[in-house]
């Protein structure tokens, strides 16, 4: 049985930073693409950031250039480095097994396929 245990949340004042972590147990990353999505009060959940097998990356506009994810495959880990945050990153943030990253002219683009697994959440607050 996969699962997922996100950590790494917490509050942190705007132009602060945040690293999650996504522990995954039951199966190997090795083969699997990863992303992070969030899901605020009132919002459409939104993809944030993934990351293939072979290390390509995809962002959301409103991340790019704040957040870096990553992978250590040893450790069966994702992990997403937030910096800069802001005010409109509150969010409880999931990370997901087995999403579907490709590319469209030219741009990177992550979307759920029917065989995702997901983590409980972690909640991220940014306020003074």
């Known amino acids: 049985q996969v699962q997922l245990v996100e950590s790494g949340g917490g509050l942190v004042q705007p132009g602060g930073s945040l690293r999650l972590s996504c522990v995954v147990s039951?199966?190997?990353?090795?083969?699997?693409?990863i992303g992070w999505f969030r899901q605020a009060p009132g919002k459409t959940r939104e993809g944030v950031s993934c990351i293939t097998s072979d290390d390509s990356t995809y962002y959301a506009d409103s991340v790019k250039g704040r957040f870096t994810i990553s992978r250590d495959n040893a450790k069966n880990t994702v992990y997403l480095q937030m910096n800069s945050l802001k005010p409109g990153d509150p969010a409880v943030y999931y990370c997901?097994?087995?999403?579907?990253?490709?590319?469209?002219?030219?741009?990177?683009?992550?979307?759920?396929?029917?065989?995702?697994?997901w983590g409980q959440g972690t909640q991220v607050t940014v306020s003074s």
């Open positions: 997901v097994t087995d999403v579907d990253y490709f590319v469209d002219y030219g741009e990177p683009h992550c979307i759920l396929s029917r065989d995702n697994q």
């Open positions: 039951g199966t190997t990353l090795d083969y699997y693409a």
